[in-house]
C-alpha cells in the first residue's frame, strides 16, 4: 500500500549475550578438529546453534528480534517489547500479563512509535480480547514536553492484562517499549508524594495510592496548585479544602492569579472538575451550549457497559451531570447536531439516517428530570457520518438544517449540502453555485450568523485515481445564494479537529495530522496544534501550543465558545481543556490586513473549472482556453462563464454509486470515472465547438456550391461568431496545410453596399476575424480566410472558385445510455469471501463483522476498532483446523483432544479457556466446552509440544514417530506422493485417480499431473484432440497423429512440461508404392518402442499391435519400413506408432517419417522443397507453431523449373490458413 520508514534509532536489548568460541586444537596424531560455528551477530531472544540464530518461543527473524506470537508473563514487574529494531510488516504480538485477581496491573508506555490510523497496540482489562477494552495506542507518541512526565500509562484492575499488536503490510516504525509492575501507584507519584497502602508492590488485592506533598494534587501528583500561593493577598487565595486551587480577586485571573482582568494575554487551563462516577470519556461526540451548560451528545467509548448518551457540564460550577433519556438511541458517534430553541437535532453518524430530536431544557439544572426523545419521520436522502451541520434561517424566515458533506457507505464521500427543514420536516439536496467543493468526513465547520457564512476546513477525502487522505481545504458558503468560495489554506491538513469562532477569527484545534507515512514527516496521530484564521483579511495564524503540565494533543474532540472562552472536551487521548482569549489580538478582528502575495499561475492551474477559479480568493483568472491562470498573468479573452462545470461535477465522484445520484452523470466502468451525459452531439465526421457542429471540407468549389452542399447536409455556411469558433478553425486548417494549404470559404457575405453579415443574420465584427490590408475589395461579395495563420478575410466574388469551405449546423440531442448497474456496495456484504470478492476493492473487519471501502478504512474505524483487517478470505476459529493457525487469531484458543497427537478444535476463548456468546451479547467462560476431566487440554499461549495431526504418537514429547494414514512431513501434515487432501487435525488423504497415467497428484485437489505428453483432465482421462492428439487413456493412451513428409520438432522446456516422461506418435503411409522413412532424435536419452498395426484403432484393443523394434538409453534411431513387406497396397489403413518413454525433462525432440523416390521428380522436389524450408512444429503451451526458414535453395529449384516449362502447385497448412504457391 505504502512504502517503508524507519524512525528513531533501534531500543538495546535487554540482555547481553555473551559468545563463546571453542576451538579444538590439532595436535600431532589426530586426526581431525571440531570448531564451534558462531553467529555473525548476537541473538536477541535466541541461542546460537551452529553458526544460527535459534529463536525461542514468540520470536522470528535472522536474529530472532521481532516478536511473532503469544507470550505469558507472571514476574510482579518487568518490561516488554516488540524487538530491538523495528517491528516487521504483518506482526501480530499479544502477551497476557499474570498477576492475582483484583490487582492492579500498572502498565507505562515509555516509548511507542507505530503508524497512525494502521498499526495499534489494545491494552485490555483481562485474559481476552472479550475483556474490557480500555486502551487503543497508535501513532508517535513522544511527550510534548520532555520534562512533564506525561508518557502515558493504563491500570488494570481485574489481575489480568492482555495486550495485542497489530501491524499491517506498510510502514514499520521502531515500536514500543512497556513497562508494567503490579500494585505499583500511578507515575510513581511524580516525585511530588509517596506510594502508600498495605504492602504497595506486592500481589496483594489492595489498593495503593500517592499521598501528595503541599501544593500537589491528583491521582499521580502530577498537578501543581496554587502556584506562588495565588499572589496572596493582593492577587487571590488559595482554596485548601474545595478544589485545591487558586480563588482570583475579581480584578485578577489565570491560574496563579497573575494575570490581570481585562488581559493582553491568552492563557489555557485545565479546569478542576468534579467528575461522575460513570465515564465520561469518548470521542467523535458532539457538544453545544444553551442556558450555561455544555451539553455533550453521544460518541465513541471502547466500553459501554457504564456509558450515558447524554451528558451536561456547568461551566460555572465545573460540574458533570449524566442525564438519563427515556426511548434512548443506540449509541452513535460522527453524528452531527444543531440547537434551535430548545431542541437539539442529531443526525446521521454511525451510518444512521434516522433524525433525532432532544428537548434540552428537561435537562437543566431548573428543570431536572429525564429528558424525551423524538424520532424524525424522515430520514435524510444520503445518510452520513463525519458531517458538520447548523441551523440557519433562510430569506422566507424559516429554518432550515444544513447538513455538509460527510461519507456514506454506500455513496461513499459526499460534497452534497442536504437541508431540513424544521418546521414541515422535509429534506433535499441543494443544488449550490460557486466553486466546485469536494466532500469529505472529519472536517470542522462554524455559522457565521452577522454574515450569513459557513466556513469549512480540512477532512479526510479521495482524491481519485484510487488516492485518499487529508486535505487543508478551507471553505465558505453563503447559505442564502448557496455559493461556494475556496479561500486560502492553512499548509497543515488534519481531519476530526475543532473550529470555533470567537470575534472574526476562527480558531483551530487538535486533529488527527497523519496523512501518508511518506509525506507525513511524522506528524501524529494526536495534534495540540493551534491554528487562527483571520476572516477579514484571509490570512492564517499559528498559535503557541498549549503550555500545560499534561499533554493534551488529541482529535475526535469538541469545541465550544461560552463567554468569550473555549472549551475543548474529549476526544482520542484528551481530557477537558479552556482557553481564555487575550484581550486584543484575537478578541476582536483586524484592523488592517497584510497585502496579499500576489499568486503564481501554479497556484491557479489546480482549479480546474470556471467556477472554482473565479469563486477563490487566491486571486486568478478564468481564460478562454478553458484554463485558470493568474489574474497577473496575460489573457487573451477573460470569462466569467464557461462550459464544462457538469463535466467537473461528474468527475468529483469517485464512486460508481455516487455517480449514479446524478441524472447528469453516468459511470465508466473500464475507465473507473464518472463522465457527464453528453446532452448534445454532432454526427460522425462533424466536431462539436461551443453549441454548433462545424465541418472544414477541402473541396474547390464556388460559394453558392459550397452553400448548396452544406444545406444538403443540414446546416448552412459556417457563422464564426466566437473567439471559440475562430481558434479551432485556425487550430485545424494549420494541422491540414501540412498536406495542402486551404483558403476556406466562411459564412460571411456582403448584404449591400456597406454592410457584411453572416448567414445566420448576425452582424459582421472584427473582434476575431479582420479583413486583409486593402479588403474587402469593390467585386468581392462572398468571403473567405485567405491566411488562415493570422485569421485575416478576403473578399472574392461569390461564383468564383476557392480551396475549400466550412459547414456549421445545430448540435443534436443524444439519449443518455442505460447505467450498468453498480457493484453491491462494500457495507451490504455480510460475510469475509463476499466482501474480499473483489480485489481491493473491499476491506474485512473479523471483529466487527463489517466490510468497508478500502478508501474509507481509516474513516470507518477512526479509533482502531478494527483489530485485523483482511483483503483475502479468512475462517472463523472454528474453520481453522491447527493449532498454530489457530493461536494466530488473537481470539481463539485451541481445545486438545485426549489421543495427545496434535488434534483439536480451534474456539473462542480467553486464557482461562473457552468462551461463549450470552444472552448479554457478552461472551462467558464455559469450561464444559474443553473439559479436563474428560482429558481435553486448553491452549492459548502455545501449542502443545506433540503436534503429529492425529496420524502418530510422539517420541520425547514433540517427535512424531511414525506418520501413518498415508501422511509425511515433520508433523504428519502433508500427504505422500500419489495421495492428496487436508491430513491436518485428522484429515484423510485420498489415493491419486489418474487412470495409471501419472505418479502424483496436487496435493490439495488431487488434480493428475499426467507423464505422457497429450494427455490431459484432472484424472488424465482426455487426449488433446485439439492439437492433434487422438486415442483414448482409458483403454490405452493418445497419440499425435504425424503427417508424411514434415519434420516436426516437440520442445518440451515449459515449467509445465516438468512431468512429461513419455510421448507418442502415430503414423500412416499415404502412397501404396513407396518405402516409409523415418527418423527421430533428441536433446536427452530415451527408450524407444516402435510397432505397427492394421488399424489406427490400436491399443484399444488388446493383441492388435505387433512389436518393431524397441531400444533403451538412445538419443537417435533412423530406419525404413518396405512397402513390399508391409504390403501397403493391401493394407490401406496400416499404422505405425513411435513410443519415447523414459526421457528427463528439459528436452526436445525432433521425428519425421517421409516416402518418397529415388529419381528426382516433381514430387521429390517437393520434398526436398521442404527439408529447405524446414517446416517445423514447435509444440509450447500445447500450442502448435508453424515457423518457416527459407533458403537460397528454394530460389534455385524454382529456377530449375522454370527454365524447363513444368508447371506445378504446391499447397500447405499454416495453422488453420492454406496457403498456396506455384
Not at 7 to 13: A, R, T
Not at 530 to 546: G, H, M, N, R, S
Request: some cysteine; glycine content about 8%.
Amino acid at each position: 500500500r505504502r512504502g517503508g520508514e524507519r524512525m528513531g534509532e533501534p531500543l538495546p536489548p535487554p540482555v547481553a549475550m555473551l559468545l563463546v568460541v571453542v576451538v579444538m586444537t590439532m595436535f600431532p596424531g589426530v586426526q581431525g578438529s571440531a570448531v564451534t560455528l558462531t553467529c555473525p551477530e548476537s541473538c536477541y531472544s535466541g541461542s546460537c546453534v551452529n553458526g544460527s540464530c535459534v529463536c525461542d518461543h514468540g520470536w522470528v527473524g535472522d536474529r530472532c528480534q521481532h516478536c511473532q506470537g503469544r507470550f505469558k508473563i507472571t514476574e510482579r514487574s518487568g518490561s516488554l517489547t516488540d524487538g530491538p529494531v523495528n517491528y516487521k510488516y504483518k506482526t501480530k504480538c499479544t502477551w497476557l500479563i499474570e498477576g492475582q485477581p483484583n490487582s492492579v496491573l500498572r502498565l507505562r508506555f515509555s516509548h511507542f512509535a507505530t503508524e497512525c490510523s494502521w498499526d495499534h497496540m489494545y491494552v485490555y482489562d483481562g485474559d481476552s480480547i472479550f475483556s474490557p477494552l480500555i486502551a487503543v495506542f497508535s501513532g508517535l507518541m513522544v511527550p510534548e514536553n520532555i520534562g512533564n512526565n506525561s508518557a502515558p500509562e493504563v491500570a488494570t484492575t481485574s489481575g489480568y492484562s492482555l495486550l495485542h499488536f497489530f501491524s499491517d503490510a506498510a510502514y514499520n516504525l521502531t515500536g514500543f517499549n512497556i513497562i508494567y509492575s503490579i500494585n505499583s501507584c500511578p507515575q510513581n507519584c511524580s516525585g511530588h508524594g509517596r506510594c502508600v497502602g498495605v504492602n504497595p508492590g506486592t500481589v496483594s488485592s489492595s489498593r495503593v495510592y500517592c499521598e501528595c506533598e503541599e501544593f500537589w494534587k491528583g491521582e499521580a501528583c502530577q498537578i501543581p496548585y496554587c502556584s506562588n500561593h495565588c499572589g496572596s493577598p493582593d492577587h487571590g487565595h488559595c482554596d485548601l479544602t474545595g478544589g485545591k486551587r487558586c480563588v482570583c480577586n475579581d480584578s485578577r485571573q489565570g491560574p496563579d492569579c497573575s494575570l490581570p482582568v481585562p488581559s493582553a494575554d491568552a492563557f489555557w487551563e485545565l479546569p478542576g472538575v468534579t467528575h461522575s462516577a460513570l465515564s465520561l470519556g469518548r470521542a467523535s461526540h458532539q457538544a453545544v451550549v444553551h442556558r450555561g451548560l455544555m451539553w455533550v451528545v453521544g460518541g465513541y467509548s471502547f466500553n459501554y457497559s457504564d456509558y450515558y448518551m447524554l451528558l451536561n457540564y456547568d461551566l460555572s460550577s465545573r460540574t458533570w451531570d449524566v442525564v438519563p433519556v427515556s426511548n434512548g438511541p443506540l449509541h452513535r458517534y460522527g453524528h452531527s447536531l444543531a440547537l434551535h430553541q430548545d431542541d437539539v437535532y442529531m443526525f446521521g453518524g454511525s451510518w444512521r439516517s434516522v433524525l433525532l430530536t432532544l428537548q434540552m431544557s428537561c435537562g437543566a439544572s431548573t428543570s431536572p428530570g429525564v429528558c424525551g426523545l423524538r424520532s424524525g419521520q424522515s430520514r435524510g436522502p444520503l445518510p452520513p457520518g463525519g458531517t458538520q451541520r447548523h441551523v440557519v434561517p433562510r430569506e422566507d424566515g424559516q429554518h432550515v438544517m444544513l447538513v455538509f458533506f460527510g461519507y456514506s457507505p454506500v455513496y461513499s464521500y459526499l460534497s452534497e449540502v442536504q437541508e431540513y427543514l424544521i418546521g414541515q420536516s422535509s429534506w433535499q439536496v441543494l443544488t449550490t453555485r460557486g466553486a466546485l467543493v469536494q466532500g469529505g468526513y472529519g472536517h470542522s465547520s462554524v455559522y457565521d450568523e452577522a454574515s450569513g457564512y459557513v466556513f469549512l476546513h480540512g477532512g479526510y477525502k479521495t482524491l481519485g485515481s484510487n488516492k485518499y487522505g487529508l486535505v487543508d481545504h478551507m471553505y465558505r458558503y453563503h447559505v442564502h445564494t448557496r455559493t461556494w468560495w475556496i479561500l486560502k489554506e492553512s499548509g497543515l491538513a488534519r481531519h476530526l479537529h475543532s473550529m470555533a469562532l470567537l470575534s472574526g477569527t476562527l480558531l483551530v484545534f487538535g486533529g488527527n495530522t497523519h496523512n501518508d507515512t511518506s509525506l507525513s514527516s511524522g506528524a501524529k496521530c494526536f495534534s495540540s496544534d493551534f491554528l487562527a484564521y483571520d476572516i477579514a483579511c484571509d490570512e492564517w495564524t499559528v498559535l503557541p501550543k498549549p503550555a500545560l503540565l499534561q499533554d493534551v494533543q488529541r482529535y475526535g474532540h469538541s469545541a465550544v465558545v461560552s463567554n468569550g472562552r473555549m472549551y475543548i472536551f474529549g476526544g482520542f487521548s484528551g481530557a477537558c481543556v479552556i482557553w481564555h482569549p487575550p484581550l486584543h489580538d484575537l478578541s476582536s478582528p483586524a484592523t488592517f490586513c497584510h497585502p496579499k502575495q500576489v499568486s503564481t499561475d501554479e497556484q491557479c492551474f489546480p482549479l480546474a473549472d470556471c467556477g472554482s477559479c473565479t469563486s477563490s480568493t487566491h486571486g486568478c483568472q478564468w481564460c478562454e482556453e478553458h484554463r485558470c491562470i493568474s489574474a497577473h498573468s496575460n489573457c487573451s479573452v477573460v470569462s466569467v462563464t464557461a462550459p464544462g462545470r457538469q463535466e467537473q461535477e461528474c468527475l468529483r465522484l469517485n464512486t460508481c454509486r455516487s455517480c449514479s445520484l446524478s441524472p447528469l452523470c453516468q459511470w465508466e466502468g473500464q475507465q473507473k470515472q464518472c463522465q457527464a451525459v453528453p446532452g448534445q452531439a454532432c454526427e460522425e465526421g462533424w466536431d462539436h465547438v461551443g453549441e454548433v457542429c462545424l465541418q472544414i471540407n477541402s473541396s474547390k468549389d464556388s460559394y453558392d456550391n459550397a452553400q448548396h452542399f452544406c444545406k444538403n447536409q443540414g446546416g448552412n455556411m459556417a457563422s464564426l461568431l466566437t473567439a471559440t469558433h475562430v481558434s479551432y478553425i485556425l487550430d485545424q486548417l494549420s494541422k491540414l496545410q501540412l498536406h495542402s494549404k486551404l483558403s476556406p470559404w466562411v459564412g460571411l457575405r456582403k448584404i449591400n453596399v456597406s454592410y457584411w453579415g453572416w448567414e445566420d443574420m448576425s452582424s459582421f465584427t472584427n473582434s476575431s476575424l479582420r479583413w486583409l490590408p486593402g479588403e474587402p475589395n469593390d467585386s468581392g461579395f462572398c468571403a473567405y480566410m485567405d491566411r488562415a495563420e493570422v485569421s485575416s478575410l478576403t473578399a472574392n466574388p461569390c461564383t468564383a472558385n476557392t480551396d475549400g469551405f466550412i459547414c456549421e449546423k445545430p448540435v443534436g440531442r443524444v439519449e443518455r445510455p442505460a447505467a450498468r448497474p453498480c457493484r453491491l456496495p462494500c457495507s451490504h456484504r455480510t460475510s469475509c469471501r463476499n466482501c474480499t470478492s473483489q480485489s481491493m476493492e473491499c476491506m474485512w473487519c473479523g471483529s466487527t463483522q463489517r466490510c468497508v471501502e478500502t478508501a474509507a478504512y481509516v474513516v470507518s474505524f477512526p479509533y482502531g476498532q478494527c483489530l485485523e483487517w483482511q483483503t483475502q478470505d479468512s475462517e472463523t476459529c472454528l474453520g481453522l483446523h491447527s493449532c498454530s493457525e489457530c493461536l494466530e487469531r488473537v481470539e481463539c484458543g485451541w481445545c486438545g483432544d485426549p489421543s495427545n497427537t496434535g488434534t483439536g478444535v480451534c474456539m473462542e476463548g480467553s486464557a482461562r479457556g473457552p468462551m461463549k456468546p450470552l444472552p448479554s451479547s457478552n461472551m462467558g467462560l464455559d469450561h464444559s466446552l474443553c473439559a479436563a476431566d474428560r482429558g481435553f487440554s486448553w491452549a492459548f499461549i502455545q501449542c502443545p509440544a506433540c503436534q503429529c495431526n492425529g496420524h502418530s504418537q510422539c517420541v520425547d514429547r514433540s517427535v512424531c514417530e511414525r506418520c501413518e494414514n498415508f501422511t509425511s512431513g515433520p508433523r504428519c501434515e502433508s500427504c505422500m506422493p500419489g495421495y492428496y487432501g487436508d491430513p491436518t487435525n485428522g484429515g484423510t488423504c485420498h489415493a491419486c485417480n489418474c487412470n495409471n497415467h501419472a505418479n502424483v497428484c496436487h496435493a490439495n485437489t488431487g488434480k493428475c499431473h499426467c507423464t505422457t505428453k497429450g494427455i490431459r483432465g484432472d484424472q488424465c482421462h482426455l487426449c488433446d484432440s485439439e492439437n492433434r492428439y487422438q486415442g483414448n487413456p482409458l483403454r490405452g493412451t493418445c497419440y499425435y497423429n504425424l503427417l508424411m513428409d514434415y519434420q516436426f520438432t516437440f520442445s518440451l522446456l515449459q515449467d509445465d512440461d516438468r512431468y512429461y516422461t513419455t510421448i507418442n506418435f502415430m503414423a500412416t503411409p499415404e502412397q501404396a508404392t513407396k518405402n516409409l522413412d523415418m527418423s527421430i532424435n533428441a536433446s536427452n536419452n530415451f527408450n524407444l518402442n516402435i510397432s505397427w498395426s492394421l488399424s489406427s484403432t490400436a491399443r484399444t484393443i488388446s493383441g492388435e499391435e505387433l512389436s518393431l523394434i524397441s531400444r533403451t538409453n538412445i538419443r537417435e534411431h533412423r530406419d525404413s519400413f518396405s512397402c513390399d513387406s508391409f504390403n501397403f497396397r493391401l493394407h490401406h489403413n496400416i499404422t505405425f506408432y513411435v513410443y519415447l518413454s523414459n526421457f528427463s525433462w528439459p528436452i526436445r525432440i525432433q521425428i519425421a517419417f517421409s516416402q518418397h523416390n529415388s529419381v528426382m521428380d516433381l514430387v521429390q522436389f517437393f520434398v526436398t522443397f521442404f527439408r529447405s524450408v524446414r517446416l517445423y512444429v514447435e509444440l509450447l503451451n500445447d500450442e502448435s507453431i508453424l515457423t518457416l526458414s527459407y533458403t537460397d535453395c528454394f530460389n534455385r529449384h524454382l529456377q530449375s523449373f522454370s527454365s524447363t516449362s513444368q508447371r506445378f502447385s504446391m499447397g500447405f497448412r499454416l495453422g488453420d490458413v492454406p496457403l498456396i504457391g506455384s
